[in-house]
């Protein structure tokens, strides 16, 4: 059974750091691109990063330069490293792959001013 579990979430100040993970389990990671999106209260779902399996990666504009994706194949996990983080970051983050329709449940960044 595929599953996507997202952690790291929590409460920061504006200007700080946090290391979202995300574990996956099941065959098809190794060969996927991976993918962070985020949800904030009232707006849509968007597009934060990807990662494929040959360790290309893609950022929205408005974390490029704070956030940083990547992936260990080994274990099976995606990592999202933000930094310099600001109110409007604040969202559920979502963990998925995108070539399968995988998600995560979600894991909520609260960023505080």
């Known amino acids: 059974q595929v599953q996507l579990v997202e952690s790291g979430g929590g409460l920061v100040q504006a200007g700080g750091s946090l290391r979202l993970s995300c574990a996956a389990s099941?065959?098809?990671?190794?060969?996927?691109?991976m993918g962070w999106h985020r949800q904030a209260p009232g707006l849509q779902r968007e597009l934060v990063a990807t990662?494929?399996?040959?360790?290309?990666?893609t950022y929205a504009d408005s974390v490029k330069g704070r956030f940083t994706i990547s992936r260990d194949n080994d274990k099976n996990m995606v990592y999202l490293q933000m930094t310099s983080l600001k109110p409007e970051d604040t969202a559920v983050y979502y963990c998925?792959?995108?070539?399968?329709?995988?998600w995560g449940k979600g894991t909520l960044v609260t960023v505080s001013s």
């Open positions: 998925n792959a995108p070539q399968w329709g995988y």
């Open positions: 990662i494929t399996s040959s360790i290309s990666t």
């Open positions: 099941g065959n098809f990671f190794r060969v996927s691109t």
